[in-house]
């Protein structure tokens, strides 16, 4: 069964992330931890838990977020069957929010964390040292971000941005072939460069190396594509649009890749990020 845990805050962009999830892993058996972490021990709060939320006042007495998880069971209650094999465990607590999500991907064995966010804004400020930042580059576990516009349909686009700097390893693989493995997705390496020239050899031979490694585990078809531009981001951003690209993948270890993506750009250079969940997967 797999283990998933969910921080929420309540918030619609939190609630939108459950409702991906549940459709997502919809034929597989899951366990689904709602996990709510009370930073800072007062009994109201004016900001999400992990600030990527809409500003909403939440009343924070322990009976009132016990009735808001039990709202939440009831959302993913609803939208199973009898047949699936789904449970939900619920768990509410104080303190830090980032040593919360360690303590229970450790005791609950957690495999994937599920988490929302409100589009290029708190995308990039997710980047920027907020929780959920954190989350990604300093916890060990594959993180799903999805954006409060994204909604979840067969994967046929995926696109893996690399530059070739972090192994790929065979756990990177098997979670990549848990996710999409089963689907008729194809998966698009893609390779950004400021000019034009012929790569140079090692890059050729790691090209050919990703692809054969990849296909000799995962069905999917899989393709290597090479965008010239000026800057990392303008390149994936016009990759992801003529492709319709469903998901992108990143390792979360290649944070020099994700820190130039979202970080040397304006919020509306990264507006392609509003609408594609990106999963970020440990890179050892």
Same mark, same amino acid.
């Given at each position: 069964?797999?283990?998933?845990? !969910?921080?929420?805050?309540?918030? *619609? %962009?939190?609630? %939108?992330?459950?409702?991906?999830?549940?459709?997502?892993?919809? *034929?597989?058996?899951?366990?689904?931890?709602?996990?709510? =972490?009370?930073?800072?021990?007062?009994?109201?709060?004016?900001?999400?838990?992990?600030?990527?939320?809409?500003?909403?006042?939440? &009343?924070?007495?322990?009976?009132?977020?016990? *009735?808001?998880?039990?709202?939440?069971?009831?959302? +993913? %209650?609803?939208?199973?069957?009898? %047949?699936?094999?789904?449970?939900?465990?619920?768990?509410?607590?104080?303190?830090?929010?980032? #040593?919360?999500?360690?303590?229970?991907?450790? &005791?609950?064995?957690?495999?994937?964390?599920?988490?929302?966010? $409100?589009?290029?804004?708190?995308?990039?400020?997710?980047?920027?040292?907020?929780?959920?930042?954190?989350?990604?580059?300093?916890?060990?576990?594959?993180?799903? !971000?999805?954006? &409060?516009?994204?909604?979840?349909?067969?994967? #046929?686009?995926?696109?893996?941005? =690399?530059?070739?700097?972090?192994?790929?390893?065979?756990?990177?693989? #098997?979670?990549?072939?848990?996710?999409?493995?089963?689907? #008729?997705?194809?998966?698009?390496?893609?390779?950004?460069?400021?000019?034009?020239?012929?790569?140079?050899?090692?890059?050729?031979?790691?090209?050919?190396?990703?692809?054969?490694?990849?296909?000799?585990?995962?069905?999917?078809? +899989?393709?290597?594509?090479? =965008?010239?531009?000026?800057?990392?981001?303008?390149?994936?951003?016009?990759?992801?649009?003529?492709?319709?690209? &469903?998901? +992108?993948?990143?390792?979360?270890?290649?944070?020099?890749?994700?820190? $130039?993506?979202?970080?040397?750009?304006?919020?509306?250079?990264?507006?392609?990020?509003?609408?594609?969940?990106?999963?970020? +997967?440990?890179?050892?």
């Amino acid at each position: 069964m797999k283990k998933i845990l !969910i921080p929420t805050d309540f918030s *619609e %962009n939190s609630k %939108n992330a459950i409702r991906y999830a549940l459709d997502l892993f919809k *034929e597989t058996p899951c366990h689904y931890y709602l996990l709510y =972490v009370n930073v800072d021990g007062s009994k109201h709060f004016e900001n999400p838990v992990y600030n990527l939320g809409t500003n909403i006042l939440v &009343d924070k007495k322990p009976k009132v977020i016990d *009735e808001r998880l039990k709202d939440l069971v009831k959302l +993913i %209650n609803s939208a199973s069957t009898k %047949n699936q094999q789904h449970q939900t465990t619920t768990l509410s607590e104080e303190g830090f929010f980032l #040593k919360a999500i360690r303590k229970h991907v450790l &005791d609950k064995n957690i495999e994937l964390i599920v988490m929302g966010t $409100r589009g290029a804004t708190e995308i990039k400020e997710f980047f920027m040292g907020s929780h959920a930042g954190d989350v990604i580059t300093k916890v060990e576990c594959d993180v799903l !971000i999805i954006p &409060d516009k994204a909604r979840y349909t067969a994967f #046929k686009q995926v696109i893996f941005p =690399v530059d070739f700097e972090s192994p790929l390893s065979e756990e990177i693989i #098997k979670t990549t072939r848990q996710l999409i493995g089963s689907q #008729k997705a194809h998966i698009k390496l893609l390779y950004i460069t400021k000019s034009g020239i012929p790569l140079i050899k090692e890059i050729e031979i790691l090209q050919k190396q990703w692809i054969e490694k990849l296909s000799r585990i995962l069905l999917n078809p +899989i393709s290597f594509h090479r =965008v010239v531009a000026s800057k990392i981001e303008h390149g994936i951003d016009h990759f992801a649009k003529s492709t319709n690209a &469903d998901l +992108i993948i990143m390792i979360s270890k290649d944070y020099g890749l994700l820190h $130039r993506l979202f970080l040397d750009t304006t919020v509306e250079e990264v507006s392609f990020c509003t609408k594609i969940p990106l999963l970020s +997967i440990q890179g050892s």
